[in-house]
Structures are given as C-alpha cells and as structure tokens.
C-alpha cells in the first residue's frame, strides 16, 4: 500500500489580537477572495501580523515595492479588530490541511466569527451581482435576513470555504457569496461583496472607488497567475537541474 504524503502546515502569529472577526479569501471563482481582501488590507489600514507557510506551497516569491509577501499572509485591522487572511497562491490540493489550520486560528485568537469570500457560478447576471450567505449561527442569520441578503439554497461551493463547511466545526463560521460568471478576476462582484461586508460588520468603507482601485490589482493578479502557469509547467517538465 502507498503511503501518502503529510501535509505539514505553520500558523506563524507576530501578535495574537483578542476575540476579531477573521475573514478569508482563497482564490475561486472571479478571484472574489483575493480582490476583497487586498482591498480590505489597503483600505483598512491593516498590518502584517504573521502567516501560514507550507514546504508544499508553490516556491514562487512576490514582490511587491521592494517587500517578500507571503503567499497566505495575515493581517490585522486593530480599529474594527478584524484579522484578514490574504492569499496570494493556488492552495488546490490542499484544502483540507488549510481548513485545520483555519480552525487552529479561530481558536489561538478566541475568534467571535470566522467569514468566507466566495464567488458562485452564474451563467448570466443582469443587473445587479446577487450576494447570499451561508451561516451556522441563527443570531447571524437574523442579521442576514435583516439585511435582506438571501440564504444560499441551490449552488455549488469549492475549495477551502467547502472544506470548512463541510467538516463540522465548533466554531461560528459564515459565508458572504457573490455571482459571477468569469474566471478571470472580477471586481465588480467583489465590490458588492465589499458592500455587504461593510453593512454587515459596520466597517463605514465606502466600496465605490473598488472598481477603479480593483482594475489596477487585476492587472497585477494576471501577471501573477501567468507566472504561477508558467512555473508550474517549469515544474512538471523534465529538467536536470535549474542550471540545465
């Protein structure tokens, strides 16, 4: 019998903030997590608090003005007290292993909520994006239905936020969904989940200037992922060694 591989993973934590609000954003569809997040990160005025590292993440490093981030980097917001995950890398493969590492930061921190950003599929949007929510608490889903966002009832969801839900936890977990039709990143349905996310936590963000702000980072975000292509297919080839 084979004997499979341990994914080790390090939550490495700078500062432990008491009782935040996490909020997460893996890439999914329309790259709606990273996008949030980035945004959230620059308009909050949050900082670097630590990160979550594996041998098994892609070695690609990212540079950005002179700086290492992280592939998966956290960030703390202290005037909302809201601990932000940022992930900067593709995590398939290894969403279970990142869901438990998750659950260990929501219970380091005494964390009162944990929120997942997700895109789901939409074959046409007119309009509006519609937002849903996913929640395991019925004090949240009163503030949900108050808002009148619509609970999510048909729909497939993926990825770490999938591995989260589907393994149950003892832990207060919610999800913020938004349509989308696109592989390729979209920052208008990221706005709207912004827009959501600032009436839910009381964040007085004002989402509007996301698009413009959102379109340079798409750029940035392709750029990213092409090379991530790139040294993937690198990877899978046969080569002797890096020098030839």
Same mark, same amino acid.
């Given at each position: 019998?084979?004997?499979?591989?341990?994914?080790?993973?390090?939550?490495?934590?700078?500062?432990? =903030?008491?009782?935040?609000?996490?909020?997460?954003?893996?890439?999914?569809?329309?790259?709606?997590?990273?996008?949030?997040?980035?945004?959230?990160?620059?308009?909050? /005025?949050?900082?670097?608090?630590?990160?979550?590292?594996?041998?098994?993440?892609?070695?690609?490093?990212?540079?950005?003005?002179?700086?290492?981030?992280? =592939?998966?980097?956290?960030?703390?917001?202290?005037?909302?007290?809201?601990?932000?995950?940022?992930?900067?890398?593709?995590?398939?493969?290894?969403?279970?292993?990142?869901?438990?590492?998750?659950?260990?930061?929501?219970?380091?921190?005494?964390?009162?909520?944990?929120?997942?950003?997700?895109?789901?599929?939409?074959?046409?949007?007119?309009?509006?994006?519609?937002?849903?929510?996913?929640?395991? /608490?019925?004090?949240?889903?009163?503030?949900? +239905?108050?808002? /009148?966002?619509?609970?999510?009832?048909?729909?497939?969801?993926?990825?770490?936020?999938?591995?989260?839900?589907?393994?149950?936890?003892?832990?207060?977990?919610?999800?913020?969904?938004?349509?989308?039709?696109?592989?390729?990143?979209?920052?208008?349905?990221?706005?709207?989940?912004?827009?959501?996310? /600032?009436?839910?936590?009381?964040?007085?963000?004002?989402?509007? =200037?996301?698009?413009?702000?959102?379109?340079?980072?798409?750029?940035?975000?392709?750029?990213?992922? +092409?090379?991530?292509?790139?040294?993937?297919?690198?990877?899978?080839? +046969?080569? =002797?060694?890096?020098?030839?």
């Amino acid at each position: 019998m084979k004997k499979l591989k341990s994914i080790m993973f390090e939550l490495v934590l700078e500062k432990k =903030p008491k009782k935040p609000v996490i909020i997460e954003g893996f890439p999914g569809l329309g790259l709606i997590g990273p996008i949030t997040t980035e945004f959230l990160v620059k308009h909050l /005025n949050a900082k670097s608090i630590g990160y979550i590292w594996s041998e098994d993440l892609l070695p690609i490093a990212t540079i950005h003005e002179a700086k290492v981030i992280q =592939p998966i980097e956290i960030f703390y917001d202290e005037k909302n007290n809201i601990v932000i995950v940022h992930v900067l890398t593709d995590v398939k493969g290894l969403e279970w292993e990142l869901s438990e590492v998750l659950e260990k930061l929501y219970k380091e921190l005494n964390a009162k909520e944990l929120i997942s950003i997700e895109g789901i599929f939409s074959r046409e949007i007119s309009g509006e994006y519609k937002t849903y929510y996913y929640t395991n /608490n019925l004090r949240k889903k009163k503030i949900f +239905e108050k808002m /009148n966002i619509e609970s999510l009832r048909e729909g497939i969801i993926m990825g770490v936020t999938a591995a989260m839900i589907l393994k149950k936890r003892n832990i207060i977990a919610s999800g913020i969904f938004v349509e989308s039709h696109t592989k390729l990143p979209d920052s208008r349905a990221a706005a709207k989940i912004v827009q959501v996310l /600032n009436e839910y936590l009381g964040l007085n963000v004002d989402y509007k =200037p996301l698009i413009k702000t959102a379109e340079a980072f798409e750029r940035k975000l392709k750029s990213l992922l +092409e090379q991530i292509k790139s040294a993937k297919k690198y990877k899978l080839e +046969e080569h =002797p060694s890096y020098f030839g």
